[in-house]
């Protein structure tokens, strides 16, 4: 095969590769234009089970999403200011930073994803969701590791297990700038909120944090775990985020350089700046 240079020779290559991989959508009409290629071929990676592709294919596939990345705009941990930067003086302001934008950007040793206990990233093709999001910029190596790494403790658990509640699992980054991902399943608030809820969702800022002090990684970025479609209230959620990761540097001084606090809605972004200035 030869080398494909341009993205929209890579583009062109993948989508037809991606549908003669998927026997349902083989015979699927490719459209002209870049951006229906797109999202066919997004479409096409979210549903796609966890299996092995062709090499050829995965090269392709890298050199398209690593590209599609510094066309978005990196943006390195030094690129964020701390709070401290912007006149916060509480505790660890200058390990502590509030960023607004997609999380798919940060180059940082760990970015946290939001996900659900089958631990396989979302299969909804195009959905907006942080997980869905992760998966398809990363490529399909991302979920292909989230099932070896169940299928194994499928094995030591049983068939029917499930990523439990605030148990987090370090992958690959894989073609994302971020080194590793880390995924841990949130609380959902079903009814209404309670102290276990509450005490979940600290777990996963805690627990979170100490798999990237015992792996060696010293900035990782959070999302907003468990609101949205989990439905924890979200300026509950900004309070137990900030009051747990305040904690967890008090108990472990000089194991984390930067703590990000990535939000994408406004909503979000106002009950942060409050709990940080």
């Given at each position: 095969?030869?080398?494909?240079?341009?993205?929209?020779?890579?583009?062109?290559?993948?989508?037809?590769?991606?549908?003669?991989?998927?026997?349902?959508?083989?015979?699927?009409?490719?459209?002209?234009?870049?951006?229906?290629?797109?999202?066919?071929?997004?479409?096409?990676?979210?549903?796609?089970?966890?299996?092995?592709?062709?090499?050829?294919?995965?090269?392709?596939?890298?050199?398209?999403?690593?590209?599609?990345?510094?066309?978005?705009?990196?943006?390195?941990?030094?690129?964020?200011?701390?709070?401290?930067?912007?006149?916060?003086?509480?505790?660890?302001?200058?390990?502590?930073?509030?960023?607004?934008?997609?999380?798919?950007?940060?180059?940082?040793?760990?970015?946290?994803?939001?996900?659900?206990?089958?631990?396989?990233?979302?299969?909804?093709?195009?959905?907006?969701?942080?997980?869905?999001?992760?998966?398809?910029?990363?490529?399909?190596?991302?979920?292909?590791?989230?099932?070896?790494?169940?299928?194994?403790?499928?094995?030591?658990?049983?068939?029917?297990?499930?990523?439990?509640?605030?148990?987090?699992m370090l992958t690959g980054g894989y073609n994302l700038p971020?080194?590793?991902?880390?995924?841990?399943?949130?609380?959902?608030?079903?009814?209404?909120?309670?102290?276990?809820?509450?005490?979940?969702?600290?777990?996963?800022?805690?627990?979170?944090l100490d798999l990237c002090a015992e792996n060696g990684l010293?900035?990782?970025?959070?999302?907003?775990?468990?609101?949205?479609?989990?439905?924890?209230?979200?300026?509950?959620?900004?309070?137990?985020?900030?009051?747990?990761?305040?904690?967890?540097?008090?108990?472990?001084?000089?194991?984390?350089?930067?703590?990000?606090?990535?939000?994408?809605?406004?909503?979000?972004?106002?009950?942060?700046?409050?709990?940080?200035?």
């Open positions: 095969m030869k080398e494909l240079r341009s993205q929209e020779e890579r583009l062109a290559f993948l989508t037809e590769a991606f549908k003669e991989d998927s026997e349902e959508y083989r015979h699927l009409q490719t459209p002209a234009d870049t951006d229906g290629k797109k999202r066919i071929l997004r479409s096409l990676m979210n549903i796609r089970l966890p299996r092995k592709m062709d090499p050829a294919v995965l090269t392709v596939q890298d050199a398209y999403l690593q590209e599609r990345n510094r066309e978005n705009g990196i943006v390195a941990v030094n690129d964020i200011p701390t709070i401290a930067d912007q006149g916060s003086r509480r505790a660890f302001a200058d390990h502590i930073s509030l960023w607004q934008g997609d999380i798919t950007r940060l180059a940082v040793d760990a970015i946290v994803n939001a996900a659900n206990s089958q631990m396989l990233g979302c299969f909804v093709p195009m959905h907006s969701c942080i997980d869905n999001c992760i998966h398809t910029f990363a490529g399909i190596q991302l979920r292909a590791e989230c099932d070896r790494q169940m299928r194994l403790l499928r094995a030591k658990y049983g068939v029917d297990y499930e990523q439990p509640t605030a148990v987090p971020a080194r590793h991902v880390v995924h841990i399943v949130g609380p959902i608030v079903q009814i209404g909120l309670t102290a276990e809820l509450e005490k979940d969702l600290a777990d996963c800022y805690r627990n979170t010293r900035s990782v970025a959070f999302c907003c775990i468990s609101t949205g479609v989990f439905r924890f209230p979200n300026k509950r959620a900004a309070e137990i985020a900030v009051q747990t990761v305040t904690a967890w540097l008090t108990e472990h001084p000089g194991e984390m350089d930067r703590v990000i606090f990535n939000v994408f809605k406004d909503e979000d972004w106002k009950h942060y700046e409050a709990e940080l200035f």
